[in-house]
């Protein structure tokens, strides 16, 4: 069956994040409605979204803004929420945005979460968000990491500055310490490059065998060559994860492995995949951990099942679309 999709893009959100969308794209076609226009250009964007043979795939930066659901609710333009990544980050429970976003979630047709943890998280809603999930799973992944190789001694480092288990210090002191044996790609948050600007910039120029990574598509293709994945609670390591690579989870002093499985993770899923990864939380761990870094088994369960394969996927997404046309069409 044909569909007609649109895909929202709220303004001011990095290019990256729409990969979710791509796997979408290039199997169902669509078009994007830009919400950064304005007046008569934004009404044209607009009306696209009420045509009653549309199906209106809603960006998980819409959470921030509260002012276009506003305006949906209004017109009565329904639609399917993704999230841009996956990762086990506790996102509705010690939030101060909890009840803005789990109300928000509420406005939407269906919610598509990426894996079951993010699955967990919803039906913290109760029966309002537990009744529109449907287990899509992680369409970045699928679209990219299907395959990948493993060039020995690589390593992808990628620590999650905006979720802070400490990580940062000692993603630093790697940059500095880490053997010319190894080449390591980094993936940065623009934020954390600013604020530990000058230790980096001199890792940086000091070590050859240490770049930085910028472009969207140089991230996917090193985070696929790559060995082993350095990270915390981010995408990237959980992407990793999803190829089956080493990996190691890294934090800061000040914050136990036990708290972090209490209070920062969603699920009682990703406790085990701690518990079987190796884990450091200082430099002289470095050498050790990098040679007995591993892929944990039991991180197949973050995922749904269907998720390695285009064919079943497209099956769930096939179901989800034509309820979807049928509840907005009656």
Not at 8 to 37: C, T, V
Not at 244 to 255: E, M, P
Not at 267 to 276: K, N, R
Request: charged share 30%.
């Amino acid at each position: 069956m044909k569909y007609h999709i649109t895909y929202i893009l709220p303004a001011g959100r990095e290019e990256y994040l729409y990969s979710q969308y791509d796997f979408l794209r290039n199997n169902y076609g669509g078009e994007f409605i830009h919400l950064n226009k304005k007046d008569e250009e934004l009404r044209e964007e607009m009306g696209k979204l009420k045509k009653k043979d549309h199906i209106n795939i809603a960006f998980w930066a819409d959470l921030t803004h509260i002012d276009i659901h506003t305006m949906f609710n209004k017109l009565g333009i329904k639609q399917i929420f993704i999230e841009h990544g996956c990762s086990p980050k506790r996102w509705f429970t010690y939030s101060p945005n909890t009840e803005i976003r789990l109300k928000t979630l509420r406005d939407f047709a269906q919610l598509w979460p990426t894996n079951p943890m993010e699955e967990e998280e919803y039906k913290r809603g109760g029966r309002e968000t537990e009744n529109k999930i449907k287990k899509i799973g992680y369409l970045k992944a699928l679209e990219y990491y299907r395959d990948s190789t493993v060039n020995k001694n690589q390593i992808y480092l990628c620590p999650s500055y905006w979720a802070d288990w400490g990580e940062m210090d000692v993603a630093v002191e790697i940059l500095e310490h880490i053997s010319p044996a190894y080449t390591c790609y980094v993936s940065l948050h623009p934020g954390a490059f600013s604020l530990y600007y000058d230790k980096l910039d001199r890792a940086f120029k000091e070590n050859k065998n240490i770049i930085l990574l910028k472009k969207t598509e140089e991230k996917i293709e090193k985070l696929k060559s790559s060995e082993i994945v350095i990270g915390s609670n981010g995408t990237p390591l959980t992407e990793g994860l999803y190829m089956k690579k080493k990996v190691i989870f890294i934090k800061g002093k000040d914050l136990s492995w036990e708290k972090i499985k209490l209070l920062e993770i969603s699920s009682h899923l990703f406790a085990p995949v701690l518990d079987d990864s190796v884990k450091m939380s200082h430099i002289s761990e470095l050498d050790i951990s990098l040679k007995k870094a591993t892929y944990p088994a039991s991180a197949k369960n973050i995922f749904y099942k269907t998720n390695f394969s285009k064919e079943e996927t497209i099956k769930v997404i096939d179901k989800a679309f034509s309820e979807f046309l049928k509840g907005r069409n009656g």
